[in-house]
C-alpha cells in the first residue's frame, strides 16, 4: 500500500510569491491534515480536510488556505510568501476522524522562501 | 490543554531496552496518549498509542499507568535506526485536540553503539 506522497519536496520560492504544495493520501484514507515545522516553533497544526470540508484550522494567517478534492487529494495554498514561511510542509492522511484512529505522515515538502 | 513534559534527550545503548517517560498529569478520561518519532527532516512515524490499557505493537510497547498521569514507551531492542526525537502527544475532546496532533518539544532519544 503506497503511504502519503507529498510533491514537490523542495521548493524555493522568492518573497511575495504564492505556492502550492499537494498531498495525495494512503488510498481509502478521507482525513488529510497539514503541519508546519519551523527550528524556532516545532511542529504546528495548520487545518485538517475531511470530506472536501475544512474541519478545524490552526493558529495561521488567512494567507495560507487548503482545499481537498473529492478523491481525498489534499492542496495547501500560501499567498504573498514571508521569510518566516520557509518550512517543511507535512502532510498526514488518516481513515476517519475518530480520536483513536493513528495519522500517517508524508515525508514533506521543505519550502525555502528568499 | 492536556499538556504532556518529556525529558529533553536520553541516550541509551544500542541492543538495550530504550523507556520514554511522559507526563500528561491533566489527561482527561476520554483522551489517547499517542507516540510518534521523527527521524532527521523526515515526516514524523506513528509508533502507538492507547487509552487505559497497555499497548504493544511491532516496534514498541506502551506502558500508561492505573491513574493515567503518566505513560513509558519502550524499545525493547533499540538499535541506531531508534535515534530520532520522539514524541508523547495527548489527543482528544477535552484538550480541544481531537482533530489534531499537538506535538511538543519530543524527548531526543540518542542510540549509542
Known amino acids: 500500500k503506497a503511504g502519503v506522497t507529498q510533491t514537490p519536496r523542495y521548493l524555493i520560492k522568492t518573497r511575495g510569491q504564492q505556492v502550492t504544495l499537494s498531498c495525495s493520501p494512503i488510498?481509502?484514507?478521507?482525513?488529510v491534515s497539514w503541519y508546519q515545522q519551523t527550528p524556532g516553533q516545532g511542529l504546528q497544526f495548520l487545518f485538517e480536510y475531511f470530506s472536501e470540508t475544512q474541519r478545524n484550522k490552526g493558529n495561521f494567517p488567512g494567507r495560507f488556505s487548503g482545499r481537498q478534492f473529492s478523491n481525498s487529494r489534499s492542496e495547501m495554498n500560501v499567498s504573498t510568501l514571508e521569510l518566516g514561511d520557509s518550512a517543511l510542509y507535512l502532510c498526514a492522511s488518516s481513515p476517519g476522524q475518530a480520536m483513536n484512529t493513528e495519522a500517517f505522515f508524508g515525508q514533506g515538502t521543505r519550502l525555502t522562501v528568499v | 490543554d492536556a499538556k504532556t513534559t518529556q525529558p529533553p534527550s536520553m541516550d541509551c545503548a544500542e541492543g538495550r531496552a530504550a523507556n520514554l517517560p511522559c507526563n500528561h498529569s491533566t489527561i482527561s478520561g476520554n483522551e489517547y496518549v499517542y507516540w510518534y518519532r521523527q527521524i532527521h527532516s523526515q515526516g514524523p512515524q506513528y509508533i502507538i498509542h492507547g487509552l487505559k490499557n497497555n499497548e504493544t505493537n511491532e516496534m514498541a510497547s506502551l506502558i500508561i499507568t492505573e491513574d493515567r498521569k503518566s505513560s513509558t514507551l519502550i524499545l525493547p531492542h533499540a538499535t541506531l535506526r531508534d535515534t530520532a526525537v520522539y514524541y508523547c502527544?495527548?489527543?482528544?475532546?477535552?484538550?480541544?485536540?481531537?482533530?489534531?496532533?499537538?506535538f511538543g518539544s519530543g524527548t531526543q532519544l540518542t542510540v549509542l553503539p
Open positions: 502527544i495527548v489527543r482528544g475532546i477535552s484538550s480541544g485536540s481531537a482533530r489534531q496532533l499537538t
Open positions: 488510498s481509502g484514507h478521507r482525513s
